[in-house]
């Protein structure tokens, strides 16, 4: 298990029926959390009353109740690092926390490497990994088929003051553009993946996790340098385990690295519990 206790503008405050009750910096949200099955003391509301909750839509979906009005965005930071968040569609704010854990990790090891790092992170989102790397003085190909939350990444960027770092932003479908540069010839020491559940590219190319992962490992393994830094696979898919991430990279990355997995989880303000949030999976030469 990994979790990063660096947050200062971000805590959850008390967990319970589904739901979640977090601060980001002086926002109080209330969201559902399918992880948490187990039953509160009292209603989280009463714990500290939330700024906004989201509530799921019985016919799938779900809205954003508001009990003040709230600024379009704000910043939250983690260590040298800003970025925007916002209440955004399906319970989403545009970062996710946990994956702090993570990003300290690549800035160790590409800080470690006392070299040149080029890193290609796919599905990249608003680039929370992105911003990392670029901290740590890595260059970075960011793609992901959104071009709204490409618009953000650019964004969160700017706000850590690194947009005069070597960036490129790539809208696209993350398979055809891997494809592209193995043609291109173009190699990465470092890939990072963050690929949804189910997903379509930029021209509506359907994307099933349980389905498409392996090959698209596999394609990705043909990117990577000869001198190799790490691949870091991420996923918040119900029942991909650990294990299951780390027999996926061990077959497919090449056999002269090691494997691991573990899961990511967030600390809580309750006493001893500690909230999973999804699997992560780490090749290493």
Same mark, same amino acid.
């Given at each position: 298990?990994?979790?990063?206790?660096?947050?200062?503008?971000?805590?959850?405050?008390?967990?319970?029926?589904?739901?979640? &009750?977090?601060?980001?910096?002086?926002? *109080?949200?209330?969201?559902?959390?399918?992880?948490?099955?187990?039953?509160?003391?009292?209603?989280?509301?009463?714990?500290?009353?939330?700024?906004?909750?989201?509530?799921?839509?019985?016919?799938?979906?779900?809205?954003? %109740?508001?009990?003040?009005?709230?600024?379009?965005?704000?910043?939250?930071?983690?260590?040298?690092?800003?970025?925007?968040?916002?209440?955004?569609?399906?319970?989403? $704010?545009?970062?996710?926390?946990?994956?702090?854990?993570?990003?300290?990790?690549?800035?160790?090891? *590409?800080?470690?490497?006392?070299?040149?790092?080029?890193?290609?992170?796919?599905?990249?989102?608003?680039?929370?990994?992105?911003?990392?790397?670029?901290?740590?003085?890595?260059?970075?190909?960011?793609? #992901?088929?959104?071009?709204?939350?490409?618009? $953000?990444?650019?964004?969160?960027?700017?706000?850590?003051? &690194?947009?005069?770092?070597?960036?490129?932003?790539?809208?696209?479908?993350?398979?055809?553009?891997?494809?592209?540069?193995?043609?291109?010839?173009?190699?990465?020491?470092?890939?990072?993946? #963050?690929?949804?559940?189910?997903?379509?590219?930029?021209?509506?190319?359907?994307?099933?996790?349980?389905?498409?992962?392996?090959?698209?490992?596999?394609?990705?393994?043909?990117? &990577?340098?000869?001198?190799?830094?790490?691949?870091?696979?991420?996923?918040?898919?119900?029942?991909?385990?650990?294990?299951?991430?780390?027999?996926?990279?061990? &077959?497919?990355?090449?056999?002269?690295?090691?494997?691991?997995?573990? %899961?990511?989880?967030?600390? $809580?303000?309750?006493?001893?519990?500690?909230?999973?949030?999804?699997?992560?999976?780490?090749?290493?030469?």
């Amino acid at each position: 298990m990994k979790l990063n206790t660096e947050w200062k503008d971000y805590e959850i405050i008390a967990t319970g029926d589904g739901e979640k &009750l977090e601060r980001w910096k002086d926002v *109080i949200l209330l969201r559902p959390d399918p992880q948490v099955i187990w039953h509160a003391d009292k209603p989280l509301c009463q714990v500290k009353k939330p700024d906004a909750r989201y509530l799921r839509s019985s016919t799938g979906g779900g809205r954003w %109740e508001f009990a003040r009005k709230l600024p379009d965005s704000w910043k939250v930071s983690w260590r040298n690092l800003t970025f925007a968040v916002r209440p955004m569609n399906f319970k989403h $704010t545009g970062l996710f926390p946990e994956q702090a854990a993570n990003w300290a990790m690549m800035i160790d090891l *590409i800080k470690q490497s006392d070299r040149p790092v080029s890193v290609l992170n796919l599905f990249a989102y608003t680039g929370g990994a992105t911003v990392a790397c670029l901290s740590a003085g890595a260059s970075v190909c960011h793609v #992901d088929a959104a071009k709204n939350m490409v618009e $953000t990444a650019k964004e969160n960027v700017a706000l850590s003051g &690194l947009s005069d770092k070597p960036v490129r932003y790539i809208v696209d479908d993350c398979r055809k553009f891997v494809t592209r540069e193995i043609k291109r010839g173009k190699r990465y020491d470092a890939i990072i993946l #963050d690929p949804p559940s189910f997903g379509r590219g930029a021209s509506g190319e359907e994307w099933k996790i349980e389905r498409d992962i392996y090959d698209f490992l596999k394609l990705c393994a043909s990117v &990577l340098s000869d001198n190799p830094l790490f691949v870091l696979l991420n996923s918040y898919t119900t029942g991909l385990q650990p294990a299951v991430l780390q027999n996926l990279l061990q &077959l497919t990355m090449p056999s002269y690295g090691k494997s691991t997995a573990y %899961e990511v989880c967030l600390p $809580t303000d309750e006493q001893g519990i500690v909230l999973p949030c999804g699997a992560s999976g780490l090749w290493m030469k």
